[in-house]
């Protein structure tokens, strides 16, 4: 992998094919980049190693942070730059990158206008998702997230649906994702007998149901697979040619060392494939990288201390690529990972899932503790700050875990992890050990392997304190993000409740990611840099292949997304030598048209 090749190939190929932009990887900073470069005229390849596109965007929630995008400015809400930049100087400190957080600041809106306007990818607002740190200022209440809206496979052609990567069947419903805001809540109520969360949930799910029977797959497609298929759609609309099962093994440079294409692996041989304007990387970052895991994970000593939602594909082929041309991999970043705390699943079967713990923590009436019985966190807040305390909290030597532990109101009214809330029987997770039972706490703790006088303790105070609404350890359920992510109908605070009602139940935790951190080095540009800090010409970057932004750190949710959409934008803008945003409200259609035209006029490159 660690190899290039000039033009002038030793060995020849199979097959040369020509195009204008190589994306290498197809989650959506990949995708982004190439669907506006195809919009600009440009002829675009995309190869993915995996059989199907899409990498760890399709197991996302699909939400983006997007500050001061237009779908705000709609709603009535105009932000000045400069609150955003106080936020950020704030939560980033020392890891401020002025040039990269500008690149960023100034493109997000026209990159969210752009796809609203011109592509498939339509977008839902964020209106009530909340900055984590509340307290900082500059923080925003609502408005500065976009999510794709929900669309039904069907009208995406079969061919391309072929390509996408399915639903994560551990945050579905029996393979039917569910989209995080009212969709969430409706099925929330069903489990406590609400008419409309019944009436809903039946909606929803009969015709899914219908679906496998017919389609053998979910089609209708929420949160991250919905982000992908849009994308897919979009570039399948303007003439992307996009090639599954195809990893890239080397990339070509020309007699100047300008990148100008990659050698690729696909079903029928060896393919050189050339770039005329360049290559973008965006692999998906290095999470399933074991070697690297261990070199900058903390407390990872083996480098399988960890368990990434990440596709398995998503091994650092990126960084590899970039490095094999002299790019520089960033690694002083605050954390190399994009921390999220996961359970794991045992199947009947033998396979393991991941489950990640994204808003069961904020619910009322459940607490996460180490196994010395005491709490290390405020649970409700960001699930990149709940594996930070775990991590500091945990002494040398011992393993990195937690449990979850709860009571029997708060597991039929709520998810504790996979295991769902009523009408779904508990006796599954249970068999499986996946969770664990006691009908008092010192049973649950013993069975455990938790301190059971120290979990008592724990508990008594935290009760104390929650039926008054206060958490004076952690402030849980002092910001407005803890209370979005608590239930509405407790009080006096929606995020905490007392544990008081047995049997009670645990789930271990342990640490996962949704990708990584640190990544290849790039200007503003999304132009891949070298060790002396200049621009590899014909090489570009985009999304967890590219060192992050943030430079480590997770202010708000959705900064893996928003910045991979955000660059891969700037990267194809950046390729077709875009300098007019795209702000004509004329209808795609007449890109599409003008794109077809531009084919019609020359014999396609991937028919060479």
């Not at 579905?172 to 008419?195: E, H, N, R, V, Y």
């Not at 929803?204 to 991250?224: A, E, I, K, S």
């Not at 070199?295 to 399988?304: A, I, N, Q, V």
Request: charged share 20%.
């Amino acid at each position: 992998m660690n190899t290039t090749e000039s033009d002038d190939l030793t060995t020849a190929p199979a097959k040369t094919l020509d195009c204008d932009v190589l994306v290498i990887g197809s989650g959506a900073g990949g995708l982004s980049a190439a669907v506006t470069a195809a919009y600009h005229g440009l002829k675009v390849i995309v190869v993915e190693k995996a059989p199907v596109c899409g990498g760890a965007t399709s197991w996302s929630g699909g939400w983006a942070w997007t500050p001061a995008n237009p779908l705000a400015k709609a709603a009535g809400v105009s932000e000045d730059r400069e609150a955003i930049r106080t936020y950020l100087r704030h939560r980033l400190g020392p890891d401020y990158q002025t040039e990269k957080v500008e690149a960023f600041l100034e493109a997000v809106p026209h990159m969210v206008g752009f796809f609203e306007n011109k592509t498939s990818l339509q977008f839902t607002p964020g209106e009530n998702i909340k900055d984590i740190y509340g307290q900082t200022p500059g923080a925003g209440t609502g408005h500065r997230s976009v999510g794709p809206k929900p669309i039904n496979a069907r009208s995406i052609k079969p061919e391309v649906r072929a390509k996408m990567r399915h639903q994560l069947y551990e945050t579905s419903f029996l393979g039917m994702g569910i989209m995080a805001g009212p969709d969430l809540t409706k099925f929330l109520s069903a489990s406590q007998g609400s008419i409309i969360g019944l009436f809903h949930a039946a909606c929803r799910f009969t015709p899914h149901v219908w679906d496998l029977l017919v389609h053998r797959r979910n089609m209708q497609l929420v949160n991250g697979t919905a982000l992908t298929g849009r994308l897919m759609k979009s570039a399948d609309d303007l003439g992307v040619h996009i090639r599954v099962s195809t990893p890239v093994t080397r990339l070509l440079t020309d007699g100047t060392g300008r990148v100008s294409g990659a050698l690729v692996d696909s079903p029928e041989g060896t393919l050189a494939i050339k770039a005329a304007r360049g290559v973008v990387l965006a692999t998906g970052g290095f999470p399933h990288d074991i070697q690297r895991r261990k070199e900058l994970f903390p407390k990872t000593p083996t480098g399988r201390e960890h368990w990434t939602l990440a596709p398995a594909e998503a091994n650092g082929d990126g960084i590899s690529l970039g490095q094999s041309v002299g790019a520089r991999f960033k690694t002083n970043v605050k954390s190399a990972a994009a921390w999220c705390p996961v359970s794991l699943v045992p199947y009947r079967n033998g396979r393991t899932g991941t489950f990640p713990h994204i808003m069961d923590r904020a619910k009322p009436g459940s607490i996460g503790v180490r196994a010395n019985g005491k709490r290390f966190v405020n649970e409700a807040n960001g699930y990149y700050d709940y594996i930070t305390a775990l991590i500091d909290a945990t002494p040398e030597g011992e393993a990195v875990q937690s449990w979850q532990i709860a009571d029997t109101r708060f597991v039929r009214k709520y998810p504790l992890g996979m295991a769902k809330p009523l009408p779904v029987p508990l006796f599954p997770y249970l068999r499986s050990g996946y969770l664990k039972k006691g009908r008092t706490i010192e049973e649950l703790a013993t069975k455990s392997g938790i301190d059971p006088v120290a979990l008592r303790h724990t508990l008594e105070r935290f009760n104390e304190h929650a039926r008054q609404g206060v958490d004076p350890d952690y402030g849980r359920g002092d910001t407005e993000f803890n209370r979005y992510g608590g239930d509405p109908n407790v009080g006096p605070n929606p995020s905490l409740a007392p544990l008081e009602k047995g049997p009670y139940y645990a789930v271990k935790v342990v640490p996962g990611s949704f990708g990584t951190f640190a990544g290849l080095d790039a200007d503003g540009r999304a132009r891949v840099l070298n060790n002396d800090g200049e621009a590899i010409p014909g090489l570009y970057v985009a999304g967890n292949d590219h060192a992050s932004v943030m430079g480590g750190h997770y202010p708000a949710g959705g900064i893996n997304l928003g910045p991979a959409l955000t660059f891969g934008y700037i990267a194809g803008r950046d390729l077709a030598g875009a300098t007019d945003y795209e702000d004509d409200p004329a209808p795609m259609a007449q890109a599409i048209q003008k794109k077809q035209d531009a084919t019609a006029r020359q014999p396609s490159a991937y028919q060479r």
